[in-house]
Each structure stands twice: as structure tokens, then as C-alpha cells.
């Protein structure tokens, strides 16, 4: 496995440089490395269906428990085989998709190998930071295909849209596994199922996954990201937003459901926010009129009933979970790709556009119908038989069995009407609409739609091979009397009912459209989700604008007050604690100390009262040199020496800067007011440190043993007779090493921040020269594009854009 | 720059074996005084410039003296560099960019990375010998003249060290010191109109 991943990361290296020879045919060997995945994986299906995971590991960093595990079992298996198999169907796609001559082809082959592979270790991976890192890498691919090359306000928008909620999920979900990790006492998922931990902290972490889930997932409140990023192609679409990416947070509580499921932080939310999820969008797909946006919102409502199934952890729950991400991941990505070959032909995917397809594209409209009638649940096709085992797992029992029951019914019967919505928007016969034109599509376009749309068929006739696929991964769960198999017919029952009447009520929703949208009513502003995630950004914006405005204050005086005043209370707080004060108390240790501590003080002194900018430099001076005088008496040469040097330079430094200033310090007005204060905190920090050295000097019982044995070692080991060198370029090297690096840093941001301020300000252009005619028009027109970019992009801000 | 090309520069057959002579082998291959004035607007103190010149490879002396002499004695890479630093100060502070130009051909940014350099290769180095980072090996070669040599590897991390601050300091030359004279001058330049 860690192979294949690492394939699918190379190639998208070598895909970019192969995109100039070979154009869009590049995406044909990008599919190369899922389809060889989906082949070797299958291989491999057998031990690992019948309960044989199987792990590979490779050591990152081992002494801390640091590893990227990955464990292939039969959910992952199944993940796998959906992820790889629309992946290399996709990549196909995508080359007869894209239009000859569109730029880009190179790096969007290469981000969906990267993505692949990345979904590929996030469904394998058995290490929780593992699994979080492959979690982010599929975000930032969403956001760059999504985002395309960034010429488009609306694609730029949805891409960070997308990004922002997802990445807040992924950062909950980080802390949500650092948690549960701790209380397991291990990062293998496979551990951390196997034994759950309990107590307040792992109800905290529940959450904090279902939060990573719910936003990799599109449910609501978090759910206007998916909507939005239909902006990206077709394929990708029909890849990252029906059948792998969104299916993340599906995975993510399949995979702990079975630890996690009769656990209430857990279950509650899962359900309440999937059904209502399930519902709503549904609601919101029937009242889309773009095809895709209604295919985006029927995503999320089927993600809402996936929600729902996987996250009890029930064992038929389960088994209808396992049948409906297949039975999804099949007929959405038909559908999105079937969507996707209609706005190519003919330049539209509004449904009061689109008029009469039907009979010009038969194939594809089949196709659609076959995928619909999957989504509907019709037999004898896979949703069929996924929607059978839901309704019979929620068909024993109490109360809330029943509520769930109905929940699912009615999120069935408006699939079921969107399913008819979609069908009639796009191939209907719309009257009083002219049938729209179409180009007859090439074949390599309508096949890989036509695959998925007839492996659903193929999935729920030939139930034995759907049920050896998806009975294992709800293998462990408890069953709850007889264990239900996965098959086409049951016989007449409970769920047989539901489903005729999920059919038929979803026929009469369809017809009742109308009176639908009318009863639907409008939501108030506040809560349409839409708004409150502006409301959320541009409140953080503001945050940041106060925060800096009040905090970077430009006033040296302002900053030099606030870290001396930290210095004090924080350092004081530490004094406060307690510190013993020092017994063997003298004045000095060598006479000659006096005087030169009384001159550093009358230097110090004198500083203030300088008139001139250049005395006080000088005098500053004064105070350095007297402190390495003090470390000469005291027998520091060393460091002596050093101060001397740096007391040099910096008085060097302070002379070229000086030359920019006025000769005599600024006085009166704000600077004289504030002067008592700042004098204040100045003379309360000084004594606070006088203070604090002495006492802290004292804190010191015993000569300390580091110091001893530096001084032991330093001729035997670092072969050097001066301990402060021995200690600089050997027993410390590493901090010497890191201390150069961040002077460089520093040195090079200094220079850099100097020769900014310096460069020539811009002149403004001169109109048209008649030596370059042709230049200054291109110029001029280049800042007017950016400036109606942005009026566009006001204006939809101030739409108060809603989905 | 308006420098008076050196001697150097004219000399067409410098290369050929004949150049150097052995009657011309002292002949000065650099200006002993600029015979411009570089900086307008800043007195020109010709015996400050000549003492700077005099001390100069004096001081550049001492700064090497002070890092070899680091392991054993008060010193070190870090005082050596800035000793060296300031001797380039003493030049600068006499003529102007164009003293400094003089001696220094070579760009700051490129010191300190050739200094960053050699501090991480040393760091590295031990890692292809199977020890730890960091770790330093003794030598104790005996060489003609000087007689028995104790030689630490930590004394090539010294040497890093030392070029990065001559580097840091040569930069803040480069950009406090000639930066700020460029934007004076701009200044006056505006104000004169």
C-alpha cells in the first residue's frame, strides 16, 4: 500500500512535465496508477475480506510512538475499491473533457493523482496522525482544483470557502484524535477501536470528530462549502464531491462507530445533524434549478442518510451503510460526469434551459435513468438493496428506531423526487422551450458515466458478490438477534412497505412541486448557513483589523513599556513564589568594583538628561564599556571582549542611523505628558531586575555540576584549554549553529526591510509614449480587469450570496 | 563610482610569465589614495584615511590571530569576526563606500551564506562517519616550523561562525551605512529640485 500511494505521488511528479508532450492524453497515464491499484488490491481482497488485515508500517520517528501505519481491511478495502475505480473512470473522463488547448492540463492531472493517492492512505491509514495528514492532503487538492488557475472570483471564493471549513474540521478532528489517543494510550486506530477508552475527555474528542465528519462531509450547518464548489469541472466534482473526498468523514465514522456508537456524544448528534441533514438538502436540491447544484445538495442529503446509518453502530445499519456508499459513490458519479458531458454539448446545465435531450442523447439519458433509479432505490438495483437494509435496521423497536425510521422514509421519498426532478430537467421536454442543440459526445466521455450507472445494476443483481464485499466491514458489531444478509428480496416485510412508499411519495412530491416550495417558506437571514459563514469571516477579519490596531500601536515607547511591564509582572509573579534570600549578603567582591559600577550609573544618568541624540548614543556607550569593564574585573575576558566588540558596532550602527535624524530630541507635547509615566515604568523595571538578580543569585545553593564538568572535559574531549570556546564550538555547537542561523535571519530581514524602505517610489506612467505604442495600453488595461474583479467580487459580497 | 581604475585593471600582460618581472614584483597593484571625491558633502580627511589603510591588514591580522587562538587563549569566532568586521568599519567610516569597495569585492549576502554554510556542513559532516551531528575529532599533526599542532574540527565550525558575522556586519555596511548615504543624496537631489 505504501507503494501504491508512493506511485501515485511519483507520477503526479512525472505528470507535469510529460503534460507538454502528450496534452490532455496526460490524464490517461494519470489513471494508470489507480487502476493498477484497483487490479493489485483486488488481489489481495480475499484474505482481507475473510478478517486478514493486512498492515505495513514504516518507522517516522519510533522512540516517540511517531509512524505511518497503514492497515487494509474490509472497510478500507471497500473505500479503496470505490476511491481507485471512479478515480481511474474520472481520469479518462477528464481527457475528453477538457477542451483542446485548455491550458493547466498538466497540473490538474497531477492534483488528482495527488489526491488519489492521499484518499488512498486515508482510507488505509491505522495511525491517527497518519490518517489527519492524508485528511489535509485531500483538503488542499480540493482547494487547488477547485480554485482552478485563479483567474475566476467565483471559483477563488468557493475554493476558500472549501478550505476555511474544512481545515476548521480538520483541526478539530487533530484535536479530537490527540484526545482519544491519550486516553487510549496508543495513535493505531485499529487499537483505539479495539479497546475504546471512556470518560469526559474521549465525549470531548466524539465531538470533535463529528465536527472534522460533519465538515469533510458537507452536513449541516457546515454544508454551503459543496454547493459552492461546483465551480470546478465536472470531474472533479464527480471525484472529490460525490465519491471520494466527501465520503471522508463517512469513513471516518464508520470507522469509529464500532468503538463509539452506543456512546450518546456520539450517536445524538450524528443522527439529529444526518437527518435533518438528509432532509433539508433534499429539500434545498428540489428547489435547485443547475443541474449540478442539485446533484451538490442531493450529495449532501445522501451524506446525511450515510450520517445516519454508519454512525449507530448497529450491524444492519451498518450493512446498509456499507451498501449505500457503494450504491452512492456509483450512481453520483454517473450522474455528475452525465451532467458534466451535458453543459460540454451544449453550453448549459440550467434545467429551464435544457429541453428535449432526451431523444437526442438516448445513451446517455438511459444511463441517467439507471443511476436515478439506483438513487430511488428501485430494484433490482443497489440502492435497492442498501435502502432495504436501512429500513429493516431501524424496523424493530422503540422510539427512536421509529423516528429514525420515518426520518429515512421521508429523505428517501424527496431523493426520490429530485432523482425525478433532475431526470426531467435534464432530458425532458420542457414546454414552449425549443430543443436545445447538442453535439453528438464523443465516446470516451459517455463510457466511463456509463460504467458506474451499470456497476450499480451489476452491484444489486449479483447480491452475493455485494454482500461479500460490504458483510465483512460491519464484521464485530452487534447484531441484535438474527444477522440480516445482504440480498435483493427479504420478502414482503416492513421494509418492502417503506420502500414502495418512499417510491410512490417521492412520485407525488415530484408532482407536487409547486405546493412544495410554497410550503417550504423562506428562512430567516440568520440562519442560512451561507450568512452566518460570511458573518464568521468578516468577523474574524474585523478582529484582526481591531486587534492589530490597538496592539501595533507604532509607538516604541508604547512597545517598550508593555514587554518592560511583562518583564515585571510575570518575573515578579515567580519572585512572589518565594526565593530565599541570600545569606553570605557583601557589597562587592573586588574594591574595584565600586567605581566602576558608580560610573556606569553617572553614564546611565547623564543619558537622560542629554539634549543631543549623539551624547546619549555616546554615552550609552559609555554604560557598555563599563559593563565589560565590570566583567574584566570580575575575570571574564571572554566575555569581556565580546561586549567591547559589540559596544563598537552597535555605536557604529547608531551613527549611520543617527545621520537620518534631527540633531536635539523632540520635546513638549505628547512626548512631555507622557513623560512621568514612562519614567515611572522605566525606574520600576530597573529596580524590579537589581532586585530580582540578587535574589536570584541566591536561589543558587551549590557550585552547579554542568559548570564543573565543562570545565573537566574541555581539554580530554573537545581538545581545547578556553572552556567559554570549548563550551561555543563543541558542547553547545548545536545551539552555536542555531544562534548563526537566526543572526543570518536576522541580519538578511534587516538589510532587506533598509533596502525596501530605500527602492525609488513608483512613478506614475506617463501617457502614451510614441516610442512604445504598443506596451502602455496593455499595462493600463491590466489594472482596470483587477479593479472590476474586485467591484464583482463587492458586489456578490453585498448579494449576501445564498445557495 | 567614479574610482580611478587600479593599475591592475590597465595592465594588459598581467597574465603572461614576462609581467612579473622581478624588478616589478612590489610594483603597487592599487591606488595608495583615491584621487577623487567620492562623497560629496563629507570632508575628506586624508591622514584618517591613511592611518585606516595602514591598520587595516594589521587588524585583519589580529581578528585571524583571534580566531585561531579561540581554542586555547581569549578569543574565539565570534570576537575574531567582529574584529574583522570592524576593521571594514575603520575603512568605511574613513572613505566612504568606495573604501570599502576597494577591499571588498564580494557581495555580504554571499559571505554569510558561504559562513551558514560551513557551520551546517560541519554539523552534518560527522553523520557520513556514523558518529552523532556535532561531534568534533582532534588531531594533533606535527608541522614544520610551527612543531606539534592541536587541531579541532569545532575550529572549521569557528571559522563559519566567523565569516557570518564579518558578513553580518559588511551588510549592515552595505545597507545602513551606503544605503542611507544613497537616500540622503536622493534627498538633496529632490530638494535642489
Known amino acids: ?803 | 563610482m567614479t574610482r580611478q581604475a587600479g593599475p591592475r585593471a590597465t595592465e594588459p600582460d598581467a597574465s603572461e610569465p614576462d609581467a612579473t618581472a622581478w624588478r616589478d614584483w612590489d610594483t603597487p597593484r592599487d591606488s595608495w589614495l583615491r584621487t577623487d571625491d567620492a562623497r560629496p558633502g563629507w570632508k575628506r580627511s586624508v591622514l584618517l584615511e591613511v592611518v585606516a589603510r595602514v591598520l587595516f591588514p594589521t587588524v585583519l591580522a589580529l581578528s585571524l590571530y583571534l580566531l585561531f587562538a579561540g581554542h586555547h587563549d581569549t578569543g574565539g569566532g565570534f570576537t575574531g569576526g567582529l574584529v574583522a568586521g570592524l576593521a571594514f568599519v575603520l575603512r568605511y567610516v574613513a572613505g566612504g563606500p568606495a573604501e570599502l569597495s576597494a577591499v571588498v569585492r564580494i557581495r555580504p549576502p554571499v559571505v554569510v551564506g558561504i559562513g551558514l554554510t560551513i557551520a551546517a556542513a560541519v554539523a552534518i559532516a560527522p553523520l557520513a562517519f556514523g558518529t552523532e551531528p556535532l561531534t568534533a575529532a582532534v588531531a594533533e599533526p606535527v608541522v614544520p616550523v610551527l612543531g606539534k599542532l592541536k587541531l579541532a574540527t569545532s575550529l572549521l565550525l569557528d571559522i563559519g561562525v566567523y565569516l557570518l558575522v564579518v558578513g553580518v556586519v559588511l551588510d549592515l555596511l552595505r545597507t545602513l551605512g551606503a544605503g542611507i548615504e544613497h537616500q540622503r543624496a536622493r534627498d538633496r537631489a529632490e530638494e535642489e529640485g
Open chain 1, 1 to 803: 500500500m505504501l507503494l501504491a500511494i508512493a506511485v501515485h505521488l511519483v507520477l503526479a511528479a512525472v505528470l507535469l512535465p510529460l503534460a507538454r508532450r502528450l496534452g490532455r492524453w496526460v490524464f490517461v497515464i494519470a489513471a494508470l496508477s489507480p487502476a493498477v491499484t484497483l487490479g493489485w488490491v483486488l488481489t489481495r481482497a480475499g484474505p482481507v475480506l475473510s478478517g486478514e488485515a493486512w498492515s505495513e508500517s514504516i518507522g517516522w520517528a519510533p522512540r516517540i510512538g511517531l509512524e505511518g501505519a497503514l492497515r487494509l481491511d474490509a472497510l478500507g478495502l471497500l473505500m479503496t475499491v470505490l476511491v481507485t475505480g471512479i478515480g481511474a473512470l474520472v481520469l479518462v473522463y477528464y481527457a475528453y473533457y477538457v477542451k483542446p488547448g485548455e491550458g493547466g492540463v498538466g497540473s490538474t492531472a497531477a492534483l488528482l493523482s495527488v489526491f488519489s493517492g492521499a484518499m488512498l492512505g486515508l482510507v488505509v491509514a491505522d495511525d491517527v496522525f497518519t490518517l489527519y495528514i492524508f485528511w489535509e492532503l485531500t483538503t488542499l487538492c480540493s482547494f487547488l482544483l477547485v480554485g482552478g488557475n485563479g483567474s475566476r472570483a467565483e471559483a477563488r471564493r468557493a475554493s476558500v470557502q472549501a478550505l476555511l471549513v474544512t481545515v476548521l474540521g480538520g483541526l478539530a478532528l487533530l484535536l479530537g484524535f490527540v484526545l482519544l489517543a491519550d486516553a487510549a494510550g496508543t495513535y493505531r486506530v485499529s487499537e483505539i477501536v479495539a479497546n475504546p477508552p471512556s470518560g469526559p475527555s474521549v465525549n470531548v474528542a466524539l465531538i470533535l470528530l463529528l465536527v472534522g465528519a460533519f465538515t469533510k462531509s458537507a452536513q449541516v450547518p457546515f454544508h454551503p462549502w459543496l454547493p459552492g464548489a461546483m465551480v470546478a469541472p465536472a470531474p472533479v466534482s464527480a471525484y472529490l464531491h460525490a465519491a471520494a473526498m466527501v465520503k471522508a468523514g463517512i469513513y471516518l465514522l464508520a470507522r469509529f462507530a464500532p468503538a463509539f456508537g452506543d456512546v450518546p456524544a456520539w450517536w445524538v448528534p450524528a443522527v439529529l445533524i444526518g437527518g435533518w441533514s438528509m432532509i433539508f438538502a433534499g429539500y434545498r436540491a428540489l428547489l435547485a434549478t443547475d443541474l449540478k447544484e442539485l446533484l451538490a445538495y442531493g450529495t449532501v442529503s445522501q451524506l446525511g442518510m450515510l450520517t445516519v446509518l454508519v454512525a449507530v453502530g448497529e450491524r444492519t445499519a451498518a450493512l446498509a451503510g456499507g451498501a449505500m456508499l457503494l450504491a452512492h459513490g456509483l450512481f453520483k458519479s454517473a450522474l455528475f460526469l452525465a451532467a458534466g458531458v451535458l453543459d460540454r454539448q451544449t453550453g448549459s446545465r440550467d434545467i429551464r434551459e435544457l429541453s428535449g435531450l432526451g431523444r437526442r442523447m438516448p445513451v446517455l439519458a438511459s444511463g441517467c435513468v439507471l443511476a436515478v433509479a439506483s438513487m430511488a432505490g428501485l430494484p433490482p438495483l443497489l440502492g435497492f438493496v442498501g435502502k432495504e437494509a436501512a429500513f429493516e435496521a431501524f424496523a424493530p423497536g422503540s422510539v427512536v428506531d421509529v423516528l429514525i425510521l420515518a426520518g429515512l422514509v421521508i429523505g428517501s421519498m424527496i431523493t426520490v423526487a429530485y432523482g425525478i426532478r433532475f431526470l426531467w430537467g435534464a432530458f425532458g421536454t420542457k414546454r414552449g422551450q425549443p430543443a436545445t442543440e447538442v453535439r453528438a459526445p464523443p465516446a470516451g466521455l459517455l463510457l466511463p458515466a456509463m460504467i458506474p450507472a451499470l456497476a450499480g445494476a451489476v452491484f444489486g443483481a449479483a447480491t452475493p458478490l455485494t454482500a461479500a464485499l460490504v458483510e465483512p466491514t460491519a464484521r464485530g458489531l452487534p447484531a441484535g438477534g438474527e444477522p440480516y444478509h445482504v440480498a435483493l428480496w427479504h420478502g414482503f416485510g416492513l421494509p418492502v412497505v417503506a420502500s414502495v412508499l418512499a417510491i410512490t411519495g417521492g412520485f407525488a412530491v415530484f408532482r407536487a412541486q409547486p405546493l412544495v416550495r410554497r410550503l417550504g417558506g423562506r428562512l430567516p437571514g440568520a440562519l442560512h448557513a451561507q450568512h452566518g459563514y460570511q458573518r464568521v469571516v468578516t468577523g474574524l477579519d474585523d478582529l484582526a483589523h481591531r486587534v492589530t490596531g490597538r496592539v501595533q500601536v507604532g509607538s516604541l515607547p508604547g512597545y517598550l513599556s508593555v514587554i518592560l511591564l511583562s518583564v515585571v509582572l510575570v518575573s515578579g509573579a515567580g519572585l512572589a513564589s518565594g526565593v530565599p534570600l541570600p545569606d553570605d549578603w557583601r557589597w562587592w567582591d573586588n574594591p574595584l568594583q565600586v567605581p566602576l559600577a558608580l560610573f556606569v550609573l553617572v553614564a546611565a544618568g547623564s543619558v537622560i538628561s542629554a539634549r543631543r541624540r549623539f551624547t546619549a548614543v555616546l554615552l550609552t556607550g559609555v554604560v557598555g564599556y563599563g559593563i565589560g569593564a565590570l566583567f574584566v574585573v570580575d575575570g571574564a575576558p571572554d566575555l569581556a571582549l565580546a561586549q567591547f566588540l559589540v559596544e563598537s558596532l552597535v555605536l557604529v550602527v547608531f551613527v549611520f542611523v543617527l545621520r537620518r535624524f534631527p540633531a536635539h530630541f523632540t520635546h513638549g507635547g505628547p512626548v512631555r505628558a507622557l513623560r512621568w509615566r514612562n519614567a515611572a515604568i522605566a525606574s520600576g523595571a530597573g529596580a524590579f531586575v537589581a532586585v530580582a538578580s540578587v535574589l536570584y543569585s541566591a536561589a543558587r545553593r551549590h557550585a552547579p555540576v554542568a559548570s564543573r564538568e565543562y570545565a573537566a572535559r574541555a581539554e580530554p574531549e573537545a581538545g581545547a584549554t578556553n572552556v567559554v570556546e570549548a563550551i561555543l564550538v563543541d558542547f553547545r555547537a548545536l545551539d552555536t549553529v542555531g544562534e548563526i542561523a537566526v543572526l543570518a535571519i536576522a541580519a538578511t530581514g534587516a538589510a532587506s526591510l533598509i533596502l525596501a524602505a530605500q527602492r525609488e517610489p513608483r512613478q506614475p506612467e506617463p501617457e502614451v509614449e510614441t516610442t512604445s505604442g504598443a506596451e502602455p495600453p496593455a499595462e493600463a488595461s491590466a489594472p482596470s480587469a483587477s479593479e472590476n474583479e474586485v467591484a464583482e467580487e463587492e458586489a456578490a459580497e453585498q448579494e449576501g450570496v445564498s445557495p
